[in-house]
């Protein structure tokens, strides 16, 4: 059985760091390019960044370039968002998930099949 947990959310002010991670089980890690999305309320659900399998292709959201690093550690089956100068409109629920690649539409979410329960991430002074 796929899991995948993510941890890290909470309370930050605006222009603080915050970092999530997101540990799998139950799959070959390595097998899988690890993708971030959040969603906030009345919103689309967004792609924030994407790590191929290796971790040595990183694709990021415009709102995000810049801000957010996406990293992950094969040995410990886990993906990290290193989020730095976070604003307010950062702030939703953050999901991580598992896909075959980062695709030309990998923001999209659609070639992501495992997903976990989300992580809130709230941007507020």
């Known amino acids: 059985q796929v899991q995948l947990v993510e941890s890290g959310g909470g309370l930050v002010k605006p222009g603080g760091s915050a970092r999530l991670s997101c540990a799998a089980s139950?799959?070959?890690?390595?097998?899988?390019?690890m993708g971030w999305f959040r969603q906030a309320p009345g919103k689309e659900r967004e792609g924030v960044s994407c790590?191929?399998?290796?971790?040595?292709?990183?694709y990021y959201a415009v709102s995000v370039k810049g801000r957010f690093t996406i990293s992950r550690d094969n040995a410990e089956n886990t993906v990290y968002l290193q989020m730095n100068s976070l604003k307010p409109e950062d702030t939703a629920m953050y999901y991580c998930?598992?896909?075959?690649?980062?695709?030309?539409?990998?923001?999209?979410?659609?070639?992501?099949?495992?997903w976990g329960q989300g992580t809130q991430v709230t941007v507020s002074s």
């Open positions: 139950g799959l070959t890690f390595d097998d899988y390019a």
């Open positions: 790590i191929n399998w290796s971790g040595i292709m990183t």
């Open positions: 998930a598992a896909g075959p690649s980062c695709g030309v539409r990998w923001s999209r979410g659609n070639d992501f099949g495992y």
